[in-house]
C-alpha cells in the first residue's frame, strides 16, 4: 500500500518522501490556521453565527484542501479567503442591503460558472494566454504582498497619515516576539533545518505563551452549530438581476486571486513543464470551482487556494499529502480550535516575511532591459502589495502590456484572448473610477 501511494502521489520524481510532505502540511496549517477565527469574526458583521462559520471555515478548508491533494495531487491547500469575505460582509450585505443568504447564493452561482468554464477549457486558455514573463511578475509581486502583510502583522510597520505607512513600535512585545520569531527562521533557514518554519513558528508561540503575548480563544465549536449557516444560500436571489453585479465581482475577484496564487505557488513548487504549463491544471481549477460551492453551501464566503501554500513548499512539501495534511488538520482543529487559536499572529507574521523573501527571485527571469516587458512587469510586481489586491496587479499588468504592444507596432504578438481581457480590466477601471 506504502509503495502504492508513492506512486500515486509521484515521490520519486518529485524527489520528497513521508517525512516532508507531513512537516510541510503542518507548515501550510499553521501558517493559515489565522483563518478559522478571523473569518467568523469578518462574516458576524454581516449577520452570521460566529460559530456556525467557524465550523463552516473549518470544514470547507478540511474538504477543499483534501480534494486537490487527493485528485489535483498538489500542494496547495485552500479556505475561505481574505478579501473575498470582506467583500462579502462590508460592500455586499452592509453597504448593498444584500442579505447574506443571498450573498451566499452569488458565491454558488459564481462557483457553478467557473466550473463550467473549466470544463469548456476556458479558464485553462486564459492561463496560456498570459505572457511568461507576466507570471514572473505576479510571482515576485505576491513574494512582496505577502511579506508586507507579514511585516503589518508583526507590528514592524504601521499605518501613517502622512507617509502611508512608518516603521512601528519596536519596543511592543508584540513586535519583539515577531523580530524574535523572524531571527530564529531566518537562522534555522540559513543552517539548512528542514522544518525551520515550523519549528519557528511553535517555538515562537511557547516562548509567546510563556511571556503572556497573544491570546488564547477558548471558544469551543460545537459541529451542530454549521446547521445555522449551512443550506441557507439563496440561488434565487443571486440570480435576479440587481445582484448579478455581486456574482460577477466574486467571478472575477476569484479568477485572478486565484490565478495570482496558483502562479506564485506553481513558480515556487516548480511545478510548470517547459510549456511554462502546470500538468492537471483542469483538476486545480475544477476542485477550486467545487470548493467555492461547496465553501456556499456550507455556509462561508468564497473558497479560494491560499497563498500561505508557499510556506509549506519552502518546507520541502512537494506533493498532494501536504494539502491533504493540511485538510486534515482543519479537520481536527473542529475539536482543538482554542489550541489553535493559541497561536499569536506574532508567531505566523515572521514566517510570512521569509515565504515573501523566498518568492523574490522569480524577478530574476523578467527582460528588465526591455521596456516594453520591464514596465508591465514593475507595474504588476508593485501593485499587488501596494493596493493589497492580485486582481488589480494582475490588471494593471495585463493593460500595461497590451497598450505597449500596441503603442510599437507589435500588436499582432498579442493573442485575441489577451485583447479581450485587456478590455474587461479597462473596462472595470472605468466601473471601479465611476463607483
Not at 7 to 24: C, K, P, S
Not at 208 to 222: D, E, I, N
Amino acid at each position: 500500500m506504502k509503495s502504492r501511494l508513492e506512486r500515486y502521489f509521484e515521490f520519486e520524481a518529485l524527489g520528497t518522501d513521508w517525512r516532508r510532505e507531513i512537516v510541510a502540511g503542518f507548515t501550510t496549517f499553521v501558517t493559515m490556521a489565522y483563518i478559522i477565527f478571523v473569518n467568523p469574526s469578518i462574516l458576524a458583521d454581516a449577520g452570521m453565527k460566529p460559530g456556525a462559520v467557524m465550523a463552516a471555515t473549518c470544514l470547507s478548508a478540511a474538504v477543499a484542501s483534501i480534494l486537490m491533494g487527493a485528485v489535483a495531487r498538489y500542494p496547495i491547500a485552500l479556505a475561505p479567503g481574505m478579501g473575498l469575505n470582506a467583500y462579502f460582509t462590508y460592500s455586499v450585505v452592509k453597504g448593498m442591503g444584500v442579505a447574506w443568504e443571498t450573498a451566499l447564493g452569488a458565491v454558488f452561482v459564481s462557483g457553478a460558472i467557473f466550473f463550467v468554464l473549466t470544463l469548456a477549457g476556458v479558464r485553462e486558455r486564459l492561463f496560456a494566454a498570459i505572457p511568461a514573463e507576466l507570471y514572473d511578475a505576479v510571482a515576485a509581486g505576491i513574494g512582496l504582498f505577502i511579506a508586507f502583510i507579514g511585516l503589518k502583522n508583526a507590528g514592524i510597520i504601521v499605518a501613517h497619515p502622512a507617509t502611508t505607512v512608518a516603521l512601528g513600535k519596536l519596543s511592543d512585545p508584540g513586535t519583539l516576539l515577531a523580530l524574535f520569531g523572524l531571527v530564529l527562521m531566518a537562522t534555522l533557514l540559513a543552517r539548512g533545518f528542514p522544518a525551520a518554519i515550523l519549528v519557528g513558528i511553535l517555538a515562537t508561540a511557547l516562548v509567546g505563551s510563556l511571556l503572556g503575548v497573544g491570546q488564547v480563544a477558548m471558544a469551543p465549536v460545537a459541529l451542530g452549530d454549521l446547521w445555522l449557516t449551512a443550506g441557507k444560500l439563496d440561488i434565487g436571489a443571486a440570480l435576479r438581476l440587481g445582484v448579478l453585479e455581486v456574482v460577477f465581482v466574486f467571478l472575477f475577484v476569484d479568477l485572478f486571486d486565484n490565478f495570482g496564487t496558483l502562479v506564485a505557488v506553481g513558480r515556487k513548487a516548480k511545478l510548470f513543464d517547459s510549456a511554462n504549463r502546470i500538468p492537471r491544471v483542469r483538476r486545480i481549477l475544477l476542485t477550486d470551482a467545487t470548493a467555492s460551492m461547496a465553501g456556499a453551501a456550507l455556509g462561508t464566503s468564497t473558497v479560494v487556494s491560499y497563498i500561505e501554500s508557499a510556506a509549506g513548499i519552502v518546507a520541502g512539501g512537494r506533493s498532494g499529502v501536504t494539502a491533504i495534511v493540511t485538510g486534515l488538520l482543519f479537520a481536527l482543529a473542529l475539536v482543538v480550535a482554542p489550541l489553535v487559536g493559541g497561536i499569536p499572529a506574532a508567531a505566523t507574521a515572521p514566517a510570512l516575511i521569509l515565504v515573501g523573501a523566498a518568492m523574490l527571485p522569480h524577478a530574476a527571469g523578467i527582460e528588465w532591459s526591455d521596456p516594453g516587458v520591464a514596465i508591465p512587469s514593475f507595474l504588476t510586481l508593485l501593485a499587488i502589495p501596494l493596493t493589497f489586491s492580485i486582481a488589480n496587479g494582475v490588471a494593471l499588468g495585463f493593460t500595461a502590456w497590451t497598450l505597449l504592444k500596441l503603442t510599437t507596432g507589435r500588436a499582432r504578438e498579442v493573442s485575441w484572448v489577451v485583447w479581450l481581457l485587456t478590455a474587461l480590466f479597462v473596462a472595470r477601471f472605468v466601473w471601479l473610477g465611476a463607483g
